[in-house]
């Protein structure tokens, strides 16, 4: 018995069930396995674009804020960043004062980031009120500058003489800064 079929259809035959097996081998061997691996990896792409959104908000706002902080508070950083002049310092103060001194102290111990001078003055007062006008003044001066306590007022007649140390806060030029 002969059969109806043609060498060519058997061919293509064998040839469509090999590539049929074929697809169905590669299917289950490669595709569906990186198919579950896509799965899981697009979805921690998901969970890491979030977060990645969250942080950028968060710097955003941090940046909103530091910009708003720098903007309310810029006296205070161009004070840090000026270097201390003693000679323009007395020439700004002399006025509240009789007699005015700076002379710089050398630091005992750890006195990173700032210069210690002691200040002594005398002034022809009856009350020490010119003496916290010049506190006052301090506040608007170009340094940042601290009054170390104790502060000594010593009455002699109609003079009152004091004396007191203050640090004077100099940004070192190494420091961590954003600018």
């Given at each position: ?104 102290i050398e630091p005992f111990g750890q006195e990173d980031g700032f210069s210690v001078y002691e200040v002594n003055t005398s002034s ?40 007191f140390t203050m640090r004077v806060y100099n940004n070192k030029s190494d420091s961590n800064t954003t600018k």
């Amino acid at each position: 018995m002969r059969s109806n079929f043609s060498r060519q259809s058997i061919y293509l035959l064998a040839v469509s069930l090999f590539l049929l097996v074929f697809v169905l081998i590669f299917s289950f061997a490669v595709l569906i396995p990186e198919g579950k691996e896509y799965r899981i990896k697009r979805n921690e792409l998901s969970i890491e674009n979030l977060e990645l959104r969250q942080l950028n908000d968060f710097a955003v706002e941090k940046e909103v804020i530091l910009q708003k902080l720098r903007s309310e508070n810029l006296h205070t950083i161009e004070a840090l960043e000026a270097e201390f002049n003693s000679e323009r310092f007395v020439k700004q103060h002399r006025a509240s004062f009789s007699s005015l001194y700076v002379s710089k102290i050398e630091p005992f111990g750890q006195e990173d980031g700032f210069s210690v001078y002691e200040v002594n003055t005398s002034s022809e007062i009856s009350s020490p009120k010119g003496f916290y006008n010049f506190l006052d003044s301090l506040n608007k001066s170009d340094w940042v500058i601290a009054v170390n306590f104790p502060i000594n007022f010593k009455r002699e007649g109609e003079m009152i003489k004091s004396s007191f140390t203050m640090r004077v806060y100099n940004n070192k030029s190494d420091s961590n800064t954003t600018k």
